[in-house]
Each structure stands twice: as structure tokens, then as C-alpha cells.
């Protein structure tokens, strides 16, 4: 690709306003577009993934235009992708950037590791307290049962 | 605590609790009051468990209140595949209180969230099975004078002993010295642990029976189970040495009372039965007067 190309390709993908979510696992990507109810976003959205990554080997990366987060909406995804960095848009210009970080409740984001729990076995709404933040580990609010970072899976 | 639902022994405060023990002492001395005639409960059990629905019957009965219900949801349209939610909508009309027992962690939460009527949980699978943990300390407080500083023992299957977990939660706001005495491999769990530790309170462990039983208050006898045990070898290995027989209590402290949830095995020989020390049949009655008083407190005839 011509050097001239290649800048015009950056800059369709650039989004004037909105929020750029970078650094997602590549395989989180699609569960963080559920989580944040992208599925049916009227603005435009560009979504990429299997980047090469130098931090991460393969990352992925969101951007939503004319959309600004509020933080227990996007700490949701901090779940699926602890990694995933935030940039903040306006006009073209970098305004802010920063991590996301654990939320102290996820509802209906999180399976319960137990399989005999009730929300395995009829339609609930999963709901967790995060009790540990940094070790990753979520207190079920119907079964009481820890699901921990080593068994952690999504909806 | 009226209307409010019993799911988790947490849910009640420990001033709350009090009040429980407190009004269960009322309702022994004078168990036949029809204070609850105008009253239906509903005692819902998905699977059976003939012992609870009983107690939870009798003390309905004895209070005046009508009982309905199932013992087994095999007969019920549950079995047609009607979902718990649907269930517990339909009966929440039918009824003032809902008593159940299900064999899924986190149903009664799920009902007492879904009900129009408060719930009282009557085991949930193996999470929780709060009214066992309060007759537990009503039958504690009744041999001991109070709940306070007292040396207590929980012997057998301390992993999966669901009564156990509960009951060492409760009795961390009492001061409480434990003594937890098992097989290795049915050990305390290290969050139950950490939980004591938190509240600065003292545990010991042993796989010694003997030696624990002159120290304490209270031994709280518990059933293992052969199927805890991956290599049925590991259970021949263990099987007797947690077994109480009546010679083993000639040094106990003359306050010691025996308990046991019941259904026991072979756990205590019967022997044991004819010693004042043994407590077990007298905790089951008691049963009756927690959740009489359960029963009328949830339903606001008493304060
Ligand atoms: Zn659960």
C-alpha cells in the first residue's frame, strides 16, 4: 500500500467523535459489543480484531462514534477484557484516555460456575458483588458461591 | 421481621435472631396458641424432605393455621414443566407464607424475590437451611444458659456440612472457641476459616475425637458420607474413629450436651441415647418452637 493510501485508510477509520476502546482480547470483542448493546447502533461503528499487538500478540479494537460512556456502563466490559484501554474523541482530538476498571456489581454478564445453581436452571438475571477486585472473584446473589477468574464464563 | 423472608441465616441481624430464640422459648412453654387461624401456609417441597415439612407442619398446626402444599414435585405441574417462577406467582395467591424446599442453590432467593408473600427457605440444595441453624442455637442457648463464650465441637464432615458452615457463621458474633475435628480430607473450608479468623476468634483442628471431647460445651455430631470419598479405601480408613460411643464421655464436662441434625447412621451408637448428655431428639423438638415463632413473627401476630 501506497504511503498516501494507507494515510487515507487511517482517516476514514478515525472517528471525529466518540470513543475508541482499544486493546480488547480478540476474543472478547464480540462480548463486549453485547455488553455495551452495540448490536443495533444506528451511528457508525468500526470494529476490528486479530490486530497484531505488540503488548498483547492479538488485540482487538471498538470505535463507537457519538457515543460517550458513562463509567459503570463501560466498566461492565472490564469482565471480559480487564486490558481494554479508553480514548476519548472530540473533534478528531484525543480529549482523554483511560482504563477500565472492575464495576462492584455485574448483572446478567456473568454465568455462575455452579452448575446446580437456580440461574443455570431457569431464565434469571444473573447478579454478582464483585468481592475481589483484583484476584477477580464475584459473589452469586442467589446461590451465594464464589465464581472465581479460573472459572469465569460469559452469557 | 414481618414480611420479611427468611433465605440465608444473614438475612435476620443477630438482635433478630434473639428475638426468634426468645419467642421460641414462649411458644415451648405454651406451644398450643391459635393465633395463626386466619392464616394459610404453603409449605412447597420440590423434593422430599419429610423431617423439615413435618416440623414446619406441626408448628402451622399447632399455631391454627391451615397447611398446603406438596412433598414432591413429581405429582405437581412442575413435573409438566412449569418454571419455578410461574409456580411461585400462582401460589403467592393462594397463600400468606411460603415454606419451601427446592434442591437448587439460590431458589428460595429467586422465590422470595418472585412472591408476593414473604418466603422462608427450607434448604435450598447445599447452600443454605436457616431455621436448622437457628433451632441449633435455640438448643445451645436452651442447655447453656446463653450463647456466649462456650468451647465448641463439630465433628465428621466438616466440607460439605452445609448446617456446619451456617451454624459457625452464627456463633461468630458469640465469642465462640471452635474445635473442628474430621479426616483430612473432609477439613473446614478455608473460606469458613478466614471468616473466624476475621472476628478474631480461636479455632483448633485435630482428627482426635478423645481428646476434644473433655474441652467443650457442646459437641455437634455430623454424618460422613461414603460418597465424599474418592477412594473407598480413604472411608474404611476413617469410618470408625469418628463414631461417639457413651464410654467416650466419662471425662466430658457435666454441661455437655450432644447434637446431631439428624438423621444419624451410626455416627453415635445408641447407647449415647439414654445419657443426659445426649441432646439430639429434644433439638429436633425444638425445631418446632423456631419455626412456630418464625411463623408468627413473619406473619406479624407477634412483635
Ligand atoms: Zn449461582
Redesign the pocket.
Known amino acids: 500500500m501506497e504511503k498516501e493510501d494507507l494515510r487515507k485508510e487511517l482517516k476514514v477509520s478515525a472517528i471525529e467523535n466518540g470513543t475508541v476502546i482499544d486493546h480488547i482480547p480478540s476474543k472478547s470483542v464480540f462480548q463486549v459489543i453485547k455488553i455495551l448493546n452495540l448490536t443495533e447502533y444506528q451511528n457508525q461503528l468500526l470494529i476490528a480484531t486479530n490486530l497484531d499487538s505488540q503488548k498483547m500478540g492479538k488485540k482487538g479494537i471498538i470505535k463507537v462514534s457519538n457515543k460517550f460512556f458513562k463509567s459503570d456502563e463501560i466498566n461492565k466490559i472490564a469482565l471480559v477484557a480487564p486490558t481494554a484501554t479508553l480514548i476519548i474523541i472530540k473533534n478528531f482530538e484525543v480529549i482523554e484516555k483511560k482504563k477500565v476498571e472492575v464495576p462492584d456489581y455485574a448483572e446478567n454478564i456473568v454465568k455462575?460456575?455452579?452448575p446446580n445453581?437456580?440461574?443455570?436452571n431457569e431464565e434469571i438475571v444473573?447478579k454478582?458483588t464483585v468481592i475481589d477486585k483484583k484476584e477477580l472473584k464475584l459473589r452469586?446473589?442467589?446461590?451465594?458461591?464464589i465464581?472465581a477468574r479460573n472459572n469465569i464464563a460469559f452469557r | 421481621m414481618k414480611n420479611k423472608s427468611l433465605v440465608s441465616i444473614n438475612d435476620f441481624s443477630r438482635e433478630e435472631h434473639i428475638r426468634i430464640l426468645e419467642l421460641a422459648g414462649a411458644f415451648e412453654k405454651n406451644p398450643k396458641q391459635r393465633i395463626l387461624e386466619d392464616y394459610v401456609v404453603a409449605t412447597l417441597f420440590f423434593e422430599p424432605s419429610t423431617r423439615t415439612r413435618l416440623s414446619f407442619e406441626s408448628a402451622a398446626t399447632r399455631l391454627g393455621a391451615k397447611v398446603i402444599g406438596f412433598t414432591d414435585s413429581s405429582s405437581s405441574s412442575v413435573q409438566k414443566g412449569e418454571s419455578l417462577r410461574d409456580t411461585i406467582l400462582t401460589v403467592s395467591n393462594y397463600c400468606d407464607i411460603i415454606v419451601m424446599r427446592h434442591p437448587k442453590?439460590?431458589s428460595s432467593r429467586f422465590a422470595s424475590e418472585v412472591a408476593t408473600v414473604p418466603v422462608i427457605n427450607a434448604g435450598d440444595g447445599a447452600n443454605q437451611h436457616p431455621t436448622q441453624t437457628l433451632l441449633d442455637m435455640y438448643s445451645i442457648r436452651k442447655t447453656q444458659g446463653s450463647l456466649d463464650n462456650l468451647n465448641i465441637a463439630f465433628v465428621g464432615d466438616l466440607k460439605y456440612g452445609r448446617t456446619v458452615h451456617s451454624l459457625v457463621h452464627a456463633l461468630c458474633n458469640y465469642n465462640t472457641t471452635f474445635h473442628f475435628v474430621s479426616p483430612l480430607e473432609l477439613k473446614l473450608p478455608s473460606a469458613v476459616k478466614m471468616d473466624i479468623k476475621e472476628r478474631n476468634l480461636v479455632y483448633h483442628q485435630s482428627t482426635d475425637l478423645l481428646e476434644v471431647i473433655e474441652k467443650v460445651d457442646i459437641l455437634y455430631m455430623t454424618r460422613i458420607q461414603k460418597e465424599r470419598f474418592s477412594d473407598p479405601l480413604d472411608y474404611e480408613k476413617v469410618k470408625n474413629a469418628y463414631v461417639l460411643h457413651n464410654s467416650m464421655l466419662d471425662f466430658a464436662k457435666p454441661n455437655l450436651k450432644i447434637l446431631h441434625p439428624l438423621p444419624r447412621v451410626n455416627e453415635i451408637t445408641t447407647d449415647v441415647d439414654n445419657n443426659p448428655k445426649a441432646y439430639y431428639f429434644t433439638q429436633a423438638l425444638n425445631g418446632v418452637y423456631v419455626r412456630q415463632a418464625l411463623l408468627a413473627s413473619i406473619l406479624g401476630v407477634v412483635d
Open positions: 455462575c460456575f455452579n445453581c437456580i440461574t443455570n444473573t454478582f452469586c446473589h442467589y446461590c451465594e458461591k465464581t | 442453590e439460590g
